[in-house]
């Protein structure tokens, strides 16, 4: 939501409670985003329950005691449904990467607030063959699963049978998605919508970029693995993460600005709507 919404004809951010409105009359469930504090918090618990949304939080811990300390906050907030971990030790490997992981995980399950690690570059799970040992070692891993990493890390511009199978193992390892899509040479790009007529004359949008069609496939099978293993009172958070700039592309116009080439609005409605229709298939 950084940087959207346009008032009285110029380019002016939302207002946070501009952006609760618009995430609640858009039909989306819940936030994810950073841990409020200070009087923030009290604007954030004011606005999650004047909107009815749930919510979670990104924590990016070095160390188990870094995490310990962000979990002790996180239940002090008080309404955290889990956290999205990016563990930010990109050089560690081996056992010591397995005995954090078991820690941080054995510490989640002691503070009784979920905590998924998420597949992300520049953090303990950017690589792919890594991250499918640590799940070898590992079979409780619980992941937040964002192959737009992975596709761009390894130029994924086709999915080979090889690169297919590693994602797969950790697919069976769902508990949340964070839904943006990579062609292997940027980490998010723009799905173009193409509007046709149907036999009645109502218009229909047709989605066009060949790895789309991979993100969905991947995202459909996160979704049942997770039903697999889920208990009854617990969700599948989707999120539609599409980041400002610089993640967001952007080119400059005739007067030097510097504008996005995608709306990341429109953008994240259309992926909510794709993931409502996949998860009519689990």
């Known amino acids: 939501m950084s940087g959207l919404g346009v008032q009285n004809g110029t380019r002016n951010e939302w207002s946070l409670e501009e952006k609760f409105r618009s995430i609640a009359e858009a039909g989306y469930d819940g936030i994810n985003g950073m841990l409020p504090e200070g009087k923030e918090a009290e604007q954030w618990h004011r606005l999650l329950d ?8 990104n924590a990016y811990p070095k160390t188990v005691e870094e995490l310990d300390d962000f979990l002790c906050k996180a239940k002090s907030f008080g309404r955290v449904d889990f956290v999205n971990v990016q563990v930010m030790r990109p050089f560690l490997v ?11 995980a054995e510490l989640s399950r002691s503070a009784g607030i979920p905590a998924y690690i998420e597949t992300h570059r520049g953090t303990i799970t ?21 192959f737009s990493h992975y596709v761009v890390a390894g130029e994924m511009r086709t999915v080979s049978d090889e690169a297919e199978e590693l994602l797969q193992t950790l697919l069976s390892r769902t508990k949340s998605i964070h839904a943006r899509v990579s062609n292997g040479e940027q980490v998010q790009i723009h799905i173009p919508m193409l509007a046709s007529m149907d036999g009645e004359g109502a218009t229909e949008i047709e989605l066009e970029h060949s790895m789309l069609k991979h993100f969905q496939r991947w995202w459909l ?62």
């Open 50 to 57: 004047q909107y009815n949304l749930s919510y979670s939080v």
């Open 94 to 104: 081996g056992d010591q990467a397995v005995k954090l992981l078991a820690d941080m």
């Open 126 to 146: 950017q690589d792919l063959l890594r991250t499918v040992e640590y799940a070898h070692h590992l079979p409780g891993i619980e992941l937040t699963i964002d």
């Open 221 to 282: 099978a996160g979704m049942r693995s997770w039903r697999q293993g889920a208990k009854e009172d617990e969700v599948m958070p989707f999120i539609c993460e599409l980041g400002p700039p610089p993640y967001a592309i952007t080119v400059r116009d005739t007067d030097g600005v510097e504008c996005e080439v995608s709306d990341r609005w429109t953008q994240a409605l259309l992926f909510a709507r794709i993931a409502r229709s996949l998860w009519e298939q689990v």
